[in-house]
């Protein structure tokens, strides 16, 4: 039996199980099933799939979920401690014991898409699947096959979100590996505000499967704070797509700190379709063991006077491998516009890899843009100073890390989140080192 064909029987049973559908979502899956089988699992030939082998995946053996089931208090542990509106998916099934919508402010829509599809499938029908179709990728044509689940979350024009919302997936350690296909759509109405975290997390030695597609729509000055924060046990599988479409004067900005997982593949698009549109990139990934993580970007500056800013930061140890690739893409006559982009990697062992490749395809005159890479180690001379002021040789080191990832952590405005990655990052150093106590010996060098 192909790999194709095993996925493609275990979409066959569940549409068996699955009872009558509306006819648009029957014809969807049809056609993300059909695309996914002509065009099979990607492999290293194709140019975008270079550096990343997914036959962990393609060789799996993966089931679906048929229950939500996970302890309270192991969910407590994992959850982010902070104040916020929050879906909670387990293995992708939504579970309400451990969700919380009980204060939505008006409106403010969030709620299972399966419930959404329930009560107004219409309404639904049209915004899904308008900006990440089956074209895009063999993983997005696999998703529209299986998806059931998800999270849509909806603002009405000029409604500010004070409290985040948290969309947190739970990943389990099951006998046997499972997969789940989850869509996300947000959208935003004319000067809409919020803060959507999306948090994923699960148990040691779960070895499941996402492959998400998310889908963001903002209106004319909506302004979207985007945190995708990966926690994932280091055995779990990801791949995920990220489309956002933004008019006149929208502001999105992104988070994405991915720090689990044994393979993680983020594809980042936006199109900045209005004059005033801005987008911002924020990323840090955080490899140890053999972990791969692969990150790729796409810029459309498809209007002028549109502005994006790009800032990614890797670690790397062990035999981590990690991919970037960013490309900003200005269309022609879009004159005026602002592209920065920039990403630094540092490794922190001989056997970590990076391949990076940061693109600019510049069809107008009138434009500033720029673009760079770097990859080194860190500083022995740096190392020995702080040594000399008393510190020992991991927490020079550990010391010198977190200020490489400062960077892009200063922007983090959720403490919660912050937390997450500084301890995450300190934790995973060679040998364990004090948080509180690299604070301070930051602070002391800096009165120095």
């Excluded at 550096?51 to 679906?64: C, K, M, N, P, W």
């Excluded at 982010?80 to 403010?108: I, N």
């Excluded at 540092?346 to 760079?372: F, M, N, W």
Aim: overall charge negative; proline content about 3%.
């Amino acid at each position: 039996m192909s790999d194709v064909q095993r996925f493609l029987d275990r979409l066959a049973a569940r549409s068996a199980s699955r009872g009558a559908e509306p006819s648009w979502i029957a014809a969807r899956r049809q056609a993300g099933a059909a695309r996914f089988e002509a065009m099979g699992f990607p492999h290293r030939r194709i140019e975008e799939w270079k550096y990343t082998d997914v036959r962990a995946i393609s060789r799996g053996d993966f089931a679906l979920a048929t229950d939500a089931d996970f302890s309270p208090a192991s969910a407590a542990a994992l959850t982010l401690p902070l104040e916020a509106h929050r879906l909670t998916f387990v293995d992708g099934l939504f579970s309400s014991a451990l969700s919380d919508l009980s204060d939505l402010p008006a409106g403010v829509v969030v709620q299972p898409l399966s419930q959404a599809l329930a009560e107004n499938h219409e309404a639904v029908g049209g915004p899904l699947g308008r900006l990440t179709g089956v074209e895009l990728s063999a993983f997005a044509a696999l998703n529209t096959a299986f998806f059931e689940e998800g999270a849509l979350v909806r603002l009405a024009p000029g409604v500010v979100v004070d409290k985040p919302i948290v969309v947190q997936f739970l990943s389990r350690a099951n006998e046997a590996p499972v997969m789940s296909h989850p869509r996300i759509l947000i959208e935003a109405g004319a000067r809409a505000e919020a803060t959507v975290i999306e948090h994923h997390v699960g148990e040691e030695g779960a070895a499941n499967f996402t492959n998400l597609v998310e889908e963001v729509m903002l209106d004319r000055g909506a302004i979207l704070n985007h945190y995708k924060l990966v926690e994932s046990p280091e055995q779990d599988l990801q791949i995920a797509s990220l489309q956002v479409e933004q008019c006149r004067d929208s502001r999105f900005t992104s988070f994405n700190l991915t720090l689990g997982g044994a393979l993680v593949r983020n594809d980042l698009i936006s199109d900045l379709n209005g004059q005033g549109a801005e987008v911002t990139y924020n990323g840090l990934f955080y490899g140890q063991n053999r972990q791969h993580l692969d990150t790729h970007t796409l810029v459309n500056h498809n209007a002028p006077h549109t502005f994006s800013h790009e800032n990614y930061k890797g670690i790397l140890d062990d035999r981590a491998h990690g991919v970037f690739n960013g490309k900003v893409i200005v269309k022609r006559d879009s004159q005026k516009i602002e592209a920065n982009q920039s990403n630094a990697n540092l490794l922190l062992s001989d056997r970590a890899q990076i391949d990076t490749k940061p693109e600019l395809e510049i069809y107008a005159d009138d434009v500033k843009c720029s673009h760079g890479a770097t990859t080194g180690q860190l500083d022995e001379e740096a190392v020995f100073a702080l040594r000399t002021r008393g510190l020992d040789q991991s927490t020079a080191r550990g010391l010198l890390t977190l200020a490489f990832a400062g960077e892009v952590m200063d922007q983090v405005t959720v403490d919660a989140v912050a937390e997450r990655v500084e301890l995450a990052v300190a934790g995973k150093l060679p040998e364990r080192f004090n948080l509180a106590g690299l604070v301070e010996a930051a602070v002391a060098l800096n009165e120095d």
